[in-house]
């Protein structure tokens, strides 16, 4: 595929037999994603563009120098309290037990299906499917 814009190739891209696309050649970019910010350039923003990694492993990396181009411009101390990383880590509660049960046998049957799974069972299938009696 050759994507143009106004009669000038802009990139090419091979698309393969599983429907993934691949860009041919290489990018050029004067600048980088990462060295472009609004906000201080501090662990905190850090912290947030690794996807909440801990902060601990990040100071790791730029001591390390493990990622070429992660630089601080600003020495200011991270929130103790990340909102999403305390989101991330909820567990949900659990549903209310129900006073209202079906009394006959198959009355309400609850199912679950799923798949396909990556890999066949021995007998061959991929998918596996659940039926619970909710009187039973």
């Known amino acids: 595929i050759d994507f143009k814009h106004k009669g000038t190739?802009?990139?090419?891209?091979?698309?393969?037999?599983?429907n993934?696309?691949?860009?041919?050649g290489?990018?050029?970019?004067?600048?980088?994603?990462f060295s472009v910010s609004t906000l201080p350039v501090d662990l905190s923003l850090w912290h947030r563009?690794?996807?909440?990694?801990?902060y601990a492993d990040v100071k790791?990396?730029?001591?390390?120098?493990?990622?070429?181009?992660l630089k601080l411009e600003s020495n200011s101390s991270?929130?103790?309290i990340c909102e999403p990383c305390l989101?991330?880590?909820?567990?949900?509660?659990?549903?209310?037990?129900?006073?209202?049960?079906?009394?006959?046998p198959l009355e309400l049957v609850?199912?679950?299906l799923h798949g396909p799974l990556p890999v066949a069972s021995h007998s061959g299938y991929k998918y596996w499917i659940t039926f619970i009696d909710d009187a039973t």
């Open 87 to 104: 989101a991330g880590k909820m567990h949900s509660l659990p549903f209310l037990s129900s006073l209202n049960h079906n009394r006959s």
């Open 60 to 69: 790791s990396m730029i001591s390390k120098d493990l990622v070429s181009g």
């Open 26 to 33: 290489s990018t050029l970019t004067s600048e980088t994603a």
């Open 9 to 18: 190739s802009l990139f090419t891209a091979t698309i393969h037999s599983n």
């Open 110 to 112: 609850h199912s679950d």
């Open 20 to 24: 993934s696309a691949e860009l041919d």
């Open 78 to 80: 991270p929130d103790s």
């Open 49 to 54: 563009r690794f996807i909440h990694h801990n």
